[in-house]
C-alpha cells in the first residue's frame, strides 16, 4: 500500500510499510548538503559495509536487482544459444534477465514446501544447453544452496543466486550469498531493506567485480568519481558497452542506515511470524511458510497456502480481506503463465502452478500489533469454518 493509499485509509492493514525513520531521512539529507548525489563515496562505503554483511570479497551497488541479474548474466557471457534454467515461480525479472543477454529461460518447477528449485526439479529440464542455473530465494525463505552448488558443479554449470528476498535469511548459520559465484539483491521498498530503489550484486571474483564496476557506469575504465577525484585531468576510455546502472550516494545513504538495523528487522519479522503461525494453527485448510531444514528465512513476505478443499477461492478471500479492511496481495506469480511468455513453451509445472493459484501474502510489518493480527486471523478463521 503506497503512502497516499494509507492517509486515505488510515485503519486499514497494509501489507507491508519499509521501516523508515529520523535515521534515514538526515542520512540522506547529509547526501545531498554534501553536494555528491551521484554515484560517490556513500555507495563506496555501503558496498564494503553490505559485501561484508553477506560474506563476499565485492559488492557491486547498481540501480536494481533486475539490473545486478542482467549484469551477473553477463560476467558469464552469457547469449543466444545457451539456456538458463529459472524458477517460473519469481517475479518476472528473474526470467526477463535471461532474455536481456539473448539466451533461453527455461522454467523449472519448484518444491511445495518452499517455493524454491532443487537439484530434482532442475535436472528434469536440463539439456546440453543449460549453461546455469538461477536460483531464487523465494520470498525471503532459502534455497538449499549448499545441494544445488554440489549439482551444478558435477553437471560444469554455473549457479547465480537471485537473493532479491533474501538479505538476513541464512543456510547452514551463514548469509545467504555466502560463497555464492555471483548473487543479486534487490532493495526496494517491498524487501527486508530499503534504498528505495537499488540493488547489488556480490561475488569473490575480482576481475568480474572490477569489469561489473566498468559496466554499470557505460564501460568506462574509470568511474566518475575517480576522476573528479583526482588532482590531475583524466580522460576515459570506454572499453566496451556499457550500462547506465549506478546507484546514487542518496540511495547508498539510506542503505547504510537500513544496513545497521538489519539484524533488529528480521527479529521483529520472525517475532510477528511465530505469532502468526502459532495462531493459524486453529485455522483449518491453511499451510503456513516455515523455516526450510537448511536455514533460517527473513519472512520479507508470510504467505500461506489454501488447501484444495478450502472453502472459498485464493481470489474470493483476498475480496474478503480487502472488505474487512485488510490488505493482501495474491501470492507469487507463475511468469510462464504470464502473456509476456505465451508461446515460449514449458514443462508440466503442477507445483508451480498449485502454489501461484492458491497462495496469498499476508500482512507483516514491523509496526504490526497483535490486534492487526487477531483481525487477520479472525477473518481467515470465519472463512475456514473454524
Same mark, same amino acid.
Given at each position: 500500500?503506497?503512502?497516499?493509499?494509507?492517509?486515505?485509509?488510515?485503519?486499514?492493514?497494509?501489507?507491508? &510499510?519499509?521501516?523508515?525513520?529520523?535515521?534515514?531521512?538526515?542520512?540522506?539529507?547529509?547526501?545531498?548538503?554534501?553536494?555528491?548525489?551521484?554515484?560517490?563515496?556513500? !555507495?563506496?562505503?555501503?558496498?564494503?559495509?553490505?559485501?561484508?554483511?553477506?560474506?563476499?570479497?565485492?559488492?557491486?551497488?547498481?540501480?536494481?536487482?533486475?539490473?545486478?541479474?542482467?549484469?551477473?548474466? !553477463?560476467?558469464?557471457?552469457?547469449?543466444?544459444?545457451?539456456?538458463?534454467?529459472?524458477?517460473?515461480?519469481?517475479?518476472?525479472?528473474?526470467?526477463?534477465?535471461?532474455?536481456?543477454?539473448?539466451?533461453?529461460?527455461?522454467?523449472?518447477?519448484?518444491?511445495?514446501?518452499?517455493?524454491?528449485?532443487?537439484?530434482?526439479?532442475?535436472?528434469?529440464?536440463?539439456?546440453?544447453?543449460?549453461?546455469?542455473?538461477?536460483?531464487?530465494?523465494?520470498?525471503?525463505?532459502?534455497?538449499?544452496?549448499?545441494?544445488?552448488?554440489?549439482?551444478?558443479?558435477?553437471?560444469?554449470?554455473?549457479?547465480?543466486?537471485?537473493?532479491?528476498?533474501?538479505?538476513?535469511?541464512?543456510?547452514?548459520?551463514?548469509?545467504?550469498?555466502?560463497?555464492?559465484?555471483?548473487?543479486?539483491?534487490?532493495?526496494?521498498?517491498?524487501?527486508?531493506?530499503?534504498?528505495?530503489?537499488?540493488?547489488?550484486?556480490?561475488?569473490?571474483?575480482?576481475?568480474?567485480?572490477?569489469?561489473?564496476?566498468?559496466?554499470?557506469?557505460?564501460?568506462?575504465?574509470?568511474?566518475?568519481?575517480?576522476?573528479?577525484?583526482?588532482?590531475?585531468?583524466?580522460?576515459?576510455?570506454?572499453?566496451?558497452?556499457?550500462?547506465?546502472?549506478?546507484?546514487?550516494?542518496?540511495?547508498?545513504?539510506?542503505?547504510?542506515?537500513?544496513?545497521?538495523?538489519?539484524?533488529?528487522?528480521?527479529?521483529?519479522?520472525?517475532?510477528?511470524?511465530?505469532?502468526?503461525?502459532?495462531?493459524?494453527?486453529? &485455522?483449518?485448510?491453511?499451510?503456513?511458510?516455515?523455516?526450510?531444514?537448511?536455514?533460517?528465512?527473513?519472512?520479507?513476505?508470510?504467505?500461506?497456502?489454501?488447501?484444495?478443499?478450502?472453502?472459498?477461492?485464493?481470489?474470493?478471500?483476498?475480496?474478503?480481506?480487502?472488505?474487512?479492511?485488510?490488505?493482501?496481495?495474491?501470492?507469487?506469480?507463475?511468469?510462464?503463465?504470464?502473456?509476456?511468455?505465451?508461446?515460449?513453451?514449458?514443462?508440466?509445472?503442477?507445483?508451480?502452478?498449485?502454489?501461484?493459484?492458491?497462495?496469498?501474502?499476508?500482512?507483516?510489518?514491523?509496526?504490526?500489533?497483535?490486534?492487526?493480527?487477531?483481525?487477520?486471523?479472525? &477473518?481467515?478463521?470465519?472463512?475456514?469454518?473454524?
Amino acid at each position: 500500500m503506497t503512502a497516499p493509499d494509507r492517509a486515505a485509509a488510515p485503519d486499514r492493514i497494509p501489507v507491508m &510499510v519499509p521501516w523508515l525513520g529520523e535515521e534515514e531521512a538526515k542520512a540522506a539529507a547529509d547526501a545531498v548538503l554534501s553536494g555528491w548525489v551521484a554515484q560517490g563515496p556513500r !555507495v563506496t562505503e555501503f558496498e564494503r559495509a553490505f559485501a561484508e554483511r553477506v560474506g563476499a570479497e565485492h559488492g557491486i551497488a547498481v540501480s536494481s536487482c533486475t539490473t545486478a541479474l542482467h549484469l551477473a548474466l !553477463v560476467a558469464l557471457d552469457l547469449g543466444p544459444g545457451d539456456e538458463v534454467i529459472v524458477p517460473s515461480l519469481s517475479f518476472i525479472a528473474t526470467a526477463n534477465a535471461v532474455r536481456y543477454v539473448g539466451a533461453r529461460p527455461v522454467f523449472a518447477d519448484v518444491e511445495e514446501a518452499t517455493g524454491n528449485l532443487t537439484p530434482a526439479t532442475v535436472d528434469a529440464v536440463r539439456t546440453p544447453r543449460t549453461k546455469a542455473v538461477l536460483a531464487v530465494h523465494q520470498g525471503g525463505v532459502p534455497a538449499d544452496v549448499h545441494a544445488l552448488r554440489a549439482a551444478c558443479a558435477e553437471w560444469e554449470v554455473a549457479l547465480v543466486e537471485d537473493a532479491a528476498c533474501g538479505i538476513g535469511a541464512t543456510v547452514g548459520g551463514k548469509s545467504v550469498g555466502h560463497g555464492a559465484l555471483l548473487a543479486a539483491w534487490s532493495f526496494h521498498p517491498r524487501k527486508v531493506i530499503t534504498t528505495g530503489e537499488g540493488g547489488m550484486v556480490t561475488t569473490d571474483d575480482a576481475q568480474w567485480a572490477q569489469r561489473l564496476r566498468r559496466l554499470r557506469e557505460h564501460g568506462m575504465n574509470v568511474s566518475a568519481a575517480q576522476r573528479h577525484a583526482s588532482s590531475k585531468p583524466i580522460v576515459e576510455s570506454y572499453l566496451e558497452v556499457g550500462y547506465n546502472y549506478r546507484m546514487t550516494d542518496i540511495q547508498a545513504a539510506v542503505g547504510l542506515v537500513q544496513l545497521g538495523r538489519l539484524d533488529e528487522i528480521v527479529a521483529r519479522r520472525r517475532a510477528l511470524a511465530a505469532r502468526y503461525a502459532e495462531l493459524l494453527r486453529e &485455522v483449518p485448510g491453511l499451510r503456513p511458510v516455515r523455516d526450510p531444514a537448511h536455514g533460517q528465512g527473513n519472512f520479507q513476505s508470510y504467505w500461506v497456502l489454501l488447501a484444495q478443499d478450502f472453502p472459498v477461492g485464493r481470489d474470493e478471500l483476498l475480496a474478503v480481506l480487502s472488505e474487512a479492511g485488510i490488505s493482501a496481495r495474491r501470492g507469487i506469480m507463475a511468469s510462464h503463465l504470464e502473456p509476456a511468455y505465451e508461446g515460449h513453451g514449458a514443462a508440466a509445472l503442477p507445483v508451480t502452478e498449485r502454489i501461484s493459484r492458491d497462495s496469498l501474502i499476508l500482512p507483516l510489518f514491523h509496526t504490526m500489533t497483535e490486534a492487526q493480527q487477531d483481525r487477520v486471523v479472525a &477473518v481467515l478463521r470465519d472463512r475456514a469454518g473454524g
